[in-house]
Nanobody, 115 residues
């Protein structure tokens, strides 16, 4: 069983930065894939970033060069560093871990980019 607790969301002005955290029960880097999705109001959920246990990363084109996904094995935590935020980044962000047989999801954290 894996439980994920997210934090770090909030209100930020355009061009600002936030760092999201996702703390997991158990060792998340024993799992194959982990990362972040987001869902803006009235839109479909989209994948933002992912990282494998081997350290490979992948980003949606809309965030590439601005967002960075990383993990801390000792703390069983993954992060999403978000820089140069834009209003279109406004969404609820969900972290996930895929064990190879089952996906686990965080509760979601709201990110609002607005002046």
């Amino acid at each position: 069983q894996v439980q994920l607790v997210e934090s770090g969301g909030g209100l930020v002005q355009p061009g600002g930065s936030l760092r999201l955290s996702c703390a997991a029960s158990g060792s998340i880097f024993r799992d194959n894939v982990m990362g972040w999705y987001r869902q803006a109001f009235g839109k479909e959920r989209e994948r933002v970033a992912r990282i494998t246990s081997g350290g490979s990363t992948n980003y949606d084109d809309s965030v590439k060069g601005r967002f960075t996904i990383s993990g801390d094995n000792a703390k069983n935590t993954i992060y999403l560093q978000m820089n140069n935020l834009k209003p279109e980044d406004t969404a609820v962000y969900y972290c996930y871990v895929y064990t190879g047989t089952k996906a686990y999801w965080g509760q979601g954290t709201q990110v609002t980019v607005s002046s």
